[in-house]
T-cell receptor, first 110, second 117 residues
């Protein structure tokens, strides 16, 4: 079973919409989670770290549900520049090693 | 600002030649760095863990003699793709954690796009 699983999308939403992605994880002992965004042909950039129940940064909110083993990312008032692939990841095998899935592709349209 | 610097950003080389990619941590020491590779429309795949002062740890299926990793200082790791072939054309990205904790996020270099002709 994969460490994390995400719906690959793409999700097409109009500008200004609120959109949420879910990410399920298999290891109930996972302590930390990260959301990265990756633009086409670019490196991943850290968007948010989640260590407890959730985190909020401006238009972005991450919620962690340990009972159901999923973490969500909510984007409010989406903008064209939010179009990217969003990667959910948690360290595996101890240390900082991160195993990535294919992520969820978001396309924000006019 | 950038936390991890990677050079070159892109390189085109002929089949059979070797290419060296540098990854530097800026303003912090990284005892461990990670090298990833990403093919078009695929996820990042971890190739190896670079350990300062010791041998790198390679993931299953990654040839250590083809992808040479050197981590000679606390701020520099290099990946050399030896005898490159067209199938090695890919996006190579290094990463490091600024914090020493086991649950700290990784910061990525800007990546190196390798094209082997």
């Amino acid at each position: 079973r994969k460490e994390v699983e995400q719906d690959p999308g793409p999700f097409n939403v109009p500008e200004g919409a609120t959109v949420a992605f879910n990410c399920t994880y298999s290891n109930s002992a996972s302590q930390s989670f990260f959301w990265y965004r990756q633009d086409c042909r670019k490196e991943p950039k850290l968007l948010m770290s989640v260590y407890s129940s959730g985190n909020e940064d401006g238009r972005f909110t991450a919620q962690l549900n340990r009972a159901s083993q999923y973490i969500s990312l909510l984007i409010r008032d989406s903008k064209l520049s939010d179009s990217a692939t969003y990667l959910c990841v948690t360290p595996t095998g101890g240390g900082n090693k991160l195993t990535f899935g294919t992520g969820t592709q978001l396309k924000v349209e006019l | 600002g950038a936390v991890v610097s990677q050079h070159p950003s892109w390189v085109i080389c002929k089949s059979g030649t070797s290419v060296k990619i540098e990854c530097r941590s800026l303003d912090f020491q990284a005892t461990t760095m990670f090298w990833y590779r990403q093919f078009p429309k695929q996820s990042l795949m971890l190739m190896a863990t670079s350990n300062e002062g010791s041998k790198a740890t390679y993931e299953q299926g990654v040839e250590k003699d083809k992808f040479l990793i050197n981590h000679a200082s606390l701020t520099l790791s290099t990946l050399t793709v030896t005898s490159a072939h067209p199938e090695d054309s890919s996006f190579y990205i290094c990463s490091a954690s600024r914090d020493r904790g086991n649950y700290s996020p990784l910061h990525f270099g800007n990546g190196t796009r390798l094209t082997v002709t």
